[in-house]
């Protein structure tokens, strides 16, 4: 049987252990039938599996699934951003005709882009708010009146890895379409029947 706990505040690993192994003697001895060949022992738990309990081969699985599921999602929104910079090839070819330098194209996209990313991390950001406040509520709904005392409050690192993800891919899929926009031939792309 595994139970998941807490220590209490100041309590460190070593001391939980040793109270747990005094009082499993202590059930051996006062029961010796039941307890034979049975004994108690508390390790660290881990999310990522560094602790002896097989919760954390989940939580790895879990991990792998989560960053599939993001990679699926950021190459769809590079594509549809990369076919939007397509579409907007004639536009980028009348900037370029009517004297726009090649700086002025990246900072007008890479505003672009940075918008839309930090738009997505406000709203993903909201959204991470709020499931950290409702699933606790669920849990403890569903645990017969048993106090559940769960915190899945985001921290600063979340916020510094979200906005750094938002500023790579927003790096990521504003050069390709700038390239090339610097690469195409001005006058068949501003024609209106151009098509690409």
């Not at 390790?43 to 993001?70: H, I, Q, T």
């Not at 070819?93 to 882009?113: C, K, N, P, Y």
């Not at 499931?131 to 645990?143: D, E, G, Y």
């Amino acid at each position: 049987m595994e139970l998941f706990g807490r220590l209490a505040p100041g309590v460190s690993v070593s001391a939980a252990r040793a109270d747990v192994n005094a009082i499993s003697k202590r059930l051996q001895s006062a029961y010796p039938a039941a307890n034979k060949n049975r004994a108690a022992f508390v390790e660290p738990y881990s999310a990522l599996g560094a602790g002896a309990l097989p919760a954390g081969m989940f939580a790895r699985l879990f991990l792998v699934v989560g960053a599939l599921a993001l990679l699926i999602v950021c190459a769809n929104t590079a594509n549809l951003m990369l076919s939007r910079a397509v579409l907007r090839q004639r536009e980028m070819a009348v900037r370029q005709t009517l004297g726009a330098s090649r700086g002025r194209i990246f900072r007008m996209l890479l505003a672009e882009g940075l918008a839309i990313s930090f738009t997505a991390l406000t709203a993903a950001g909201l959204f991470t708010i709020w499931a950290s406040r409702a699933i606790p509520r669920l849990m403890q709904q569903n645990q017969n009146g048993m106090q559940v005392n769960l915190d899945f409050s985001p921290d600063w690192r979340v916020a510094v890895y979200g906005v750094a993800l938002a500023v790579f891919s927003t790096l990521a899929v504003t050069v390709a379409p700038t390239v090339r926009a610097w690469r195409q031939e001005l006058l068949p792309s501003s024609k209106p029947a151009s098509r690409a």
